[in-house]
């Protein structure tokens, strides 16, 4: 399976999901720069974590709105999966292509921590090689992953299996809305989240808990 | 323009601020909501086009609207 990530100025951690996709898929992924205005054919797009633009205006809202997530926006068209991580994922919601907003999380401070995640839904794209219900640690760092949306699209993204992740245990680090930790777009193809996975992948990480999620996305078997 | 958190957000920020003010003893306050204000030139004389060119620019860019609201002021 083929992956592209995206780099954009700002953006810090492409290098560990280079990495990450590297060692689960074999294949080195394709880097795509912010002004690209197509991107080759691959199978997972993913869009790191860092500080894109320096998080003016609001998380992940210049970023949207470069050329490169028009092509992204057409490759999820055309079912491809795209995967975004911490300011991937905010950058996701500020192009529209999730739904909701991350907003600054409610201690008000920037928490880099480890977490456990409940995998709500077991059956998208990126979960297969969990269980339904099974607990993984995962890491987070960020300062605004509170996430907010309206009622009525809560109760339809709970209806539709949208709610991917959830904080559990007591660890949710930021006050986002019913503990979400990640979630999924109608169409199953493209997944935000706030926690690292790619941070724990292998023994020198201290556990390999994220793998799964690439190993789901990319179709290899769970290590 | 100026952008603000729409009722029903939770405004993690204003609720500090206003925290402040209280230790501060301003009382009497109801609750304090953060926001953003953009000053921006806008170069002719047609008013309708630029709160038109405005307004895009608030929906497409300066203001979230899933969480946002926002209004312009002409001078």
Redesign the interface.
């Known amino acids: 399976m083929k992956s592209a990530v995206v780099q954009l100025p700002g953006l810090n951690r492409d290098r560990d999901m280079i990495a990450a996709l590297t060692k689960i898929s074999g294949q080195a992924p394709i880097t795509v720069w912010q002004t690209e205005t197509e991107i080759p054919d691959v199978d997972l797009i993913v869009i790191p974590g860092g500080f894109s633009y320096g998080d003016y205006l609001r998380c992940g809202a210049i970023a949207a709105r470069m050329p490169v997530m028009q092509a992204i926006k057409e490759k999820a068209d055309q079912g491809v999966k795209v995967l975004g991580v911490c300011n991937g994922f905010q950058i996701l919601v500020e192009a529209g292509m999730l739904p909701g907003a991350l907003m600054r999380n409610t201690s008000l401070r920037f928490v880099c921590k480890e977490v456990k995640l409940e995998v709500v839904n077991a059956e998208t794209d990126f979960t297969r090689a969990y269980e339904k219900g099974q607990v993984i640690r995962c890491p987070v760092a960020h300062h605004d992953g509170n996430y907010f949306v309206d009622a009525d699209t809560l109760a339809s993204m709970e209806d539709a299996g949208q709610i991917v992740f959830r904080y559990t245990d007591g660890t949710n680090p930021n006050g986002s809305l019913s503990d979400i930790a990640g979630v999924i777009n109608a169409r199953g193809n493209v997944l935000g989240m706030m926690p690292h996975p790619e941070n724990l992948i292998e023994a020198a990480h201290g556990g390999n808990d994220g793998r799964g999620i690439f190993a789901s996305a990319l179709d290899v078997i769970a290590a | 323009m100026t952008v603000t958190l729409k009722n029903?957000?939770?405004d993690?920020?204003g609720k500090?601020i206003e925290g402040a003010l209280g230790s501060l003893g301003f009382s009497g306050l109801g609750h304090v909501r953060q926001g953003k204000v953009f000053d921006i030139e806008v170069n002719g004389a047609d008013k309708a086009k630029a709160e038109a060119d405005l307004k895009e620019m608030c929906e497409?860019?300066?203001a979230?609207t899933?969480?946002e609201n926002y209004t312009i002021t002409l001078d």
Do not use: C, F, R
């Open positions: 029903g957000v939770l993690p920020q500090a497409k860019l300066l979230n899933v969480i």
